[in-house]
């Protein structure tokens, strides 16, 4: 099989999540020239992450992107998120389409569908819900729960410090937490996964290009962390990056 | 095509007294694809007659204009001509007054000019406005200008931006703070903490943190070029004088958003008309001129030197000089940009009765009080202000309750503050500490219309959500609401709350906005009135134009957000 199969496999997982992306042009097809005084469609593309990343045991690409459409009540939302090692897997690759409304001043609800599809591990599909949007001192947060045979519940904080106007520095903390074992994932209910970032970056071109150094430390606890050490696999990952951010 | 108007007849009759004939003049525009070059940057925009040099249009009062506008640019167009008295169907608003002006199309307007003044056009069609359809309109009144001058000039301010209007607006969707490059940083934290505390600038951050709110937040689209009448600061605009000659200087702001600051540094300016309308002479320093607007100043430059004419965004992010002198050669000088205001508490006080306060932390504040006093005003920034200015202690607490009233302008207050909340940052000071114009300032040379009491009042809340940059009024976007209906022959008094933290230049097209200052019939009569963000400002408006007619901001993003409304007036003559 070798070689051959494997490229048809990372296609096959690429157009997957391809897939999601023309849907988004769809309900918005017919943008055509703006009536007065009513709001245009717009739309938005850009990456959260775009790096490199480089551990003691391996190096890998990371990715985190965004891509949206729609007006004020109501927006699709792409989403793409991935890592791989490089030579080797897709150590992650996660698929998102979102349906996107404002909930409260500050707040979006979201429904949608997400699928998981990295190599060597069963593939994962889970229906989603959840909040996302601006607390208060200026926290991004989200929390969802993907609900499927293999429910988890995830959040993320990320917090813009503007040390000037253009150099910024972001922390950001993820967390998800699986709610039932998938031992085939390695993985085990409660048993969570922590991922700690702090990026530094700079407005090189406006806001559409940013390029950016950091640090990305992750790590998986309890039940899920044994199995893991069972597997022979690492628990804890800390890795320098280095990556630029674009925005469209 | 004859159309009725109450102010026709006395046209006429005008007309008729100083045996001046009606002309029916006619003139031609072309809109076309051009290339814009700033001197800092270079882009594609649109263009009157192919040039980034506003068109003027000149006109006699009492003259019949036939304008035939011609389309070349792939898309509709429109023109509208900003303040003129007209009948609706030759307004020029697409979907409102009529239906655009198709791809390679000629529209031919044809309205009588009834009116005497400065006004300005521009395209009402997308984002056409911001990439540059605009030009200006000067009428020559009947009689000869109340104030004679031997030079006369249009200075007409824009704020000419790299990227594309939609791309601006598509941007600002996506993040309100994108084009915010003057957010307070940790650096600004650093300083204020020497200067007053880390406790009171931490306390400070921590209540605009609550809130979600920014007090950097005065422009929302920074990195523009200012330009006057087509040309940067480097491009040099130059009108001409000889030493002890009168120079009238007609300003006019054409910004998609921008605010700003004019003035003639060791000159002072006489101020003789403000939208078209001629004003009791008042002499002033410097003046704030809201987007759309425009006064006529006159200033007198006895030394055979060069002036500047300074215009400075009001939330200095920007400015752009032009040149008054003997010869072309010579330069006005620079002068260095004030420091960034900053929004206080008072400017806030909208935000304060519209919001939900169920996520709040006021960081002690006493929620159950629910009102301002409970505030810890303590963090507060002043260091940007003038303290003079800010009659705190004449704050009137209860009327800042939440969920009640906006305090009324004219508010009691220093020169030039009357029509901003009491401690309001954005009160603006002239440079050279003198006089600044305020609405207070300006009354009507003569008026336009008798003095009556008001038929009905009409409240105006001016609404939005800063975080997802969304314009409404009343709550209300424009795409969801019923036209305001008014009735022919009536004078509606309208009350506008501004509920947001910005200032929005209101435009009601058609008919006169006569804005409450307190003088009876001297009130000022403009075509479009600034309502300084956390205060309630009334006007008054002889509905004396049949037929329907657009309401909105003039900021072009917050009109194409929907801080819009269609005016239907039901009766009079058709």
């Known amino acids: 099989m070798g070689a051959y199969f494997k490229e048809n496999k990372i296609m096959n997982k690429l157009l997957l999540g391809m897939a999601f992306g023309p849907l988004l042009a769809l309900p918005f097809a017919s943008a055509a020239v703006a009536e007065v005084g009513v709001s245009p469609t717009v739309w938005g593309v850009r990456t959260d992450k775009l790096e490199y990343r480089v551990g003691d045991d391996n190096k890998s690409l990371a990715w985190e992107l965004q891509a949206w459409a729609g007006n004020d009540e109501l927006r699709l939302v792409f989403l793409s998120e991935g890592v791989k090692i490089e030579g080797g897997d897709f150590e992650e690759m996660e698929h998102q389409i979102r349906l996107q409304k404002p909930v409260t001043d500050f707040f979006d609800g979201f429904v949608g569908l997400a699928a998981s599809t990295p190599d060597g591990v069963p593939e994962r599909y889970y229906g989603t819900f959840g909040v996302t949007g601006l607390a208060p001192q200026w926290f991004e947060v989200e929390a969802a729960v993907y609900v499927s045979d293999f429910s988890y519940v995830g959040a993320e904080v990320e917090y813009e410090g503007l040390l000037t106007n253009r150099l910024i520095l972001t922390p950001s903390i993820e967390l998800s937490v699986p709610l039932v074992d998938d031992p085939e994932r390695d993985t085990a209910a409660g048993g969570a996964s922590l991922g700690l970032g702090l990026r530094l970056g700079y407005d090189l071109i406006g806001r559409n290009v940013s390029p950016y150094i950091g640090v990305n430390y992750e790590r998986v606890f309890g039940g899920t962390a044994d199995l893991r050490r069972n597997s022979g696999e690492a628990t804890e990952e800390l890795t320098g990056v280095i990556g630029v951010n674009f925005t469209f | 095509m004859k159309h009725t108007n109450i102010l026709r007849p006395l046209a006429v009759m005008l007309g008729l007294a100083l045996s001046i004939p009606a002309q029916a003049d006619t003139y031609d525009i072309t809109v076309d694809r051009i290339r814009i070059d700033t001197g800092t940057f270079k882009k594609k925009g649109i263009g009157y007659n192919g040039s980034q040099t506003p068109t003027i249009l000149k006109f006699q009062e009492g003259e019949d204009v036939v304008i035939r506008v011609k389309n070349n640019l792939r898309e509709s167009t429109s023109i509208h001509w900003h303040g003129l008295i007209l009948p609706f169907q030759q307004d020029g608003v697409p979907g409102i007054s009529f239906n655009g002006i198709k791809p390679g199309e000629t529209f031919t307007y044809r309205f009588p000019i009834e009116q005497a003044g400065t006004y300005w056009f521009h395209s009402h069609s997308g984002f056409q406005e911001p990439d540059g359809a605009y030009g200006a309109i000067v009428i020559a009144p009947k009689g000869g200008e109340a104030v004679p001058t031997q030079r006369d000039y249009v200075v007409q301010l824009t704020d000419k931006h790299p990227h594309s209007g939609s791309r601006i607006f598509r941007n600002l969707k996506g993040s309100a703070d994108y084009y915010n490059r003057a957010q307070r940083t940790a650096q600004d934290l650093i300083e204020d903490a020497g200067a007053k ?66 003035r003639v540094p060791g000159l002072k300016m006489t101020v003789v008309q403000a939208d078209g309308n001629d004003v009791k002479p008042v002499v002033v320093d410097e003046l704030r001129i809201a987007v759309a607007e425009t006064y006529d100043v006159i200033v007198q430059p006895r030394e055979a030197k060069a002036y500047s004419i300074i215009g400075e965004s009001a939330g200095r992010t920007a400015m752009v000089r032009g040149t008054l002198a003997p010869s072309p050669d010579l330069v006005g000088p620079f002068y260095k940009m004030r420091p960034k205001p900053l929004l206080t508490m008072a400017d806030m006080g909208g935000m304060m009765s519209g919001m939900d306060h169920s996520g709040m932390d006021m960081s002690g504040s006493d929620h159950s009080e629910k009102d301002m006093s409970g505030f810890d005003m303590s963090g507060m920034d002043h260091s940007g202000h003038d303290m003079s200015a800010m009659d705190m202690s004449g704050m009137d607490h209860s009327g800042m309750d939440m969920g009640g009233d906006l305090p009324v302008v004219p508010a009691k207050g220093a020169a030039g503050a009357s029509f901003y909340a009491p401690g309001s940052g954005l009160i603006p000071t002239a440079a050279n500490g003198g006089k600044f114009l305020g609405y207070e300032d300006l009354a009507a040379r003569k008026p336009l219309y008798r003095d009556r009491p008001a038929t009905r009042e009409i409240e105006i809340r001016l609404t939005g959500n800063m975080e997802r940059y969304i314009w409404s009024i009343d709550g209300v976007k424009y795409e969801d609401s019923d036209p305001i209906r008014l009735q022919y022959g009536e004078r509606v008094r309208f009350k506008f709350v501004n509920e947001t933290m910005m200032a929005h230049p ?24 600034s309502v300084a963000p956390g205060t309630t400002l009334y006007t008054e408006t002889e509905v004396d134009a049949a037929g329907q007619w657009a309401f909105h901001c003039h900021l072009s993003y917050h009109m194409a957000g929907g801080m819009f409304r269609k005016v239907i007036v039901e009766g009079g003559p058709s």
């Open chain 2, 197 to 262: 505390g880390l406790k009171a600038a931490l306390q400070d951050r921590k209540m605009w943190g609550a809130m979600r709110m920014m007090p950097t937040d005065i422009e929302d689209v920074q990195g523009f070029t200012p330009l006057i009448n087509g040309e940067s600061t480097v491009q040099n605009w130059t009108g001409i004088f000889k030493p002890g000659e009168k120079v009238r200087l007609r300003l006019i702001n054409s910004s998609a958003t921008t605010y700003f600051d004019v």
């Open chain 2, 506 to 529: 209101m435009h009601l097209h058609g008919m006169w906005t006569i804005i409450d200052t307190g003088k009876g019939a001297y009130d000022p009569v403009k075509h479009t009135v």
